[in-house]
């Protein structure tokens, strides 16, 4: 029986409509797992050292070698009267250790010890792919474990903002023996991030992933996994979170256009008893710019408050005016970067190239 005219159309659109999905898969699983590298600037550089010798803290470059044989780069800057705990940086996607700086200066002004890494297949580190999380997970243990040696820490904290937050948080059930960590803008599951990306180009929700565009997410996921080994759906910061008894703090912009609020709040509500500060007003990554004295309250407090000493329990309102060390950090910050990851553009086609970071 001979195909009418309609039949015939509907037939090619479907073709095509696969087609699509099955090409754009293709390109967006192997963009996704290659994103560009933010080289260091020899400027940059120079500036955080005048930025450390501002702080009295000491800098130095280190290095950790992965199972995998990737050379894993990153900084420490110890003040050289510290409170005896330390603090591990995570960037964001496209990003390097420089964009997490204003975070360190305000961490190093009350006496943290600061790690500012540069994630696999970023910055001057190895590694040929980026896997958020898969493999990272097991490089912050690593990190970890070389903090504790070489400096012997109090308390070890966590601090990561975008896919560093997401990596960060599936750090804990991995091993990692931190005493609290706090994550800002992090994806629940790979899954449902890729559910975003799909409607954020049209300014629509998750659900043109989940049904129009879900046959190209689909083949994403198996490009990954046929030709690199990577699980990409088992990538769930929710499930670590919910599967680790190390506190979490929480933190997202209530106007995130990168990665919507909603993701704190899938996390969150697997975790019940995980706080949860939603920033009004706030964009990706961008409480300590929106609310940079709050910001500073909660996060020292929050190590304050799970930490083995109990040197800022007392903090109170009062001691966050106007000169601040989030204020004096930005001040020292000039130089360097601001306080937040510059990536709030896209610079490659993958599953976080839209508006973010």
Known sequence: MRLTRRSRRLVLALFLYLAFC?????????????????????????????????????????????PD?????????????GNGNAVILLHGLGDNRIGMMGYAQLLLAHGFSVLLPD??????????????????????RQWVDFLSARANPGCIFGFGESMGAAQLLQSLD?????????????????????????GQPLHLGPWVGRTVFRPLVEVAFLRARWKYGLAMGKISPEDSVAASGVPVLLIHGQVDGNIPVRHSRLIQARSPKTPLWEVPGADHCGAISTAPREFEKRLVQWFGAHGIRSWVLSLKTSDLGPQTSANKSARLNADVRSPRSEVLRPKTQDLFATTGN
């Not at 600037?41 to 290095?63: F, I, N, Y």
């Open 22 to 66: 099955a090409i754009g898969g293709i390109y967006l699983a192997d963009g996704t797992l290659h994103p560009a590298r933010r080289p260091l600037t020899e400027d940059e550089v120079t500036a955080v050292r005048r930025s450390a010798q501002a702080l009295d803290a000491e800098m130095e470059d280190v290095a950790i070698t992965a």
């Open 174 to 198: 991995s091993g990692t023996h931190f005493c609290a960590v706090a994550a800002e803008s992090s994806f629940a599951t790979f899954r449902e991030i890729a559910y975003d990306r799909m």
């Open 119 to 140: 994630a696999r297949a970023q910055g001057l580190s190895g590694g040929s792919l980026v896997t958020y999380g898969l493999l990272e997970r097991n490089d912050i």
């Open 69 to 81: 044989g990737a050379v894993l780069r990153g900084w420490t800057l110890r003040p050289h009267h």
